[in-house]
């Protein structure tokens, strides 16, 4: 079974960046699907951004992050990346790294589907102030 784990969060203003890390362990399939969600409170979890383990150029972003943020994975460390720039206020919640076997999601709709994913992180916190 795969276990995530994320690091990274923290507090920034306004403008400022974050990168975001998720350390994958234990068995793993070659083709798989690794994304990130946020959770705000009181709102749905919604997708970030995805990356495909053998097609690390083919990324998808949710229209609110595109040319903010960068989605990574390095298949050696066996980790994923989210760099965050630009930050918003908007973008506080809790970033939630995800993996599912097998191709992501082909559709412009995945990020209202996390059910999609059947491994999850506990989750790292992100805090931007105005």
């Known amino acids: 079974q795969v276990q995530l784990e994320e690091s990274g969060g923290g507090s920034v203003q306004s403008g400022g960046s974050l990168r975001l890390s998720c350390a994958a362990s234990?068995?793993?399939?070659?083709?798989?699907?690794m994304a990130w969600f946020r959770q705000a409170p009181g709102k749905e979890r919604e997708g970030v951004a995805n990356i495909h383990s053998l097609s690390l150029h083919n990324t998808g972003y949710v229209e609110s992050v595109k040319a903010r943020f960068t989605i990574s994975l390095d298949n050696v460390k066996n980790t994923l990346y989210l760099q965050m720039n630009s930050l918003k206020p908007e973008d506080t919640a809790m970033y939630y790294c995800?993996?599912?076997?097998?191709?992501?999601?082909?559709?412009?709709?995945?990020?209202?589907?996390?059910?999609?994913?059947?491994?999850w992180g506990q989750g790292t916190q992100v805090t931007v102030s105005s």
């Open positions: 234990g068995n793993r399939y070659r083709s798989y699907c």
């Open positions: 995800a993996a599912a076997p097998g191709l992501c999601p082909a559709d412009d709709r995945w990020y209202l589907r996390p059910m999609v994913f059947g491994i």
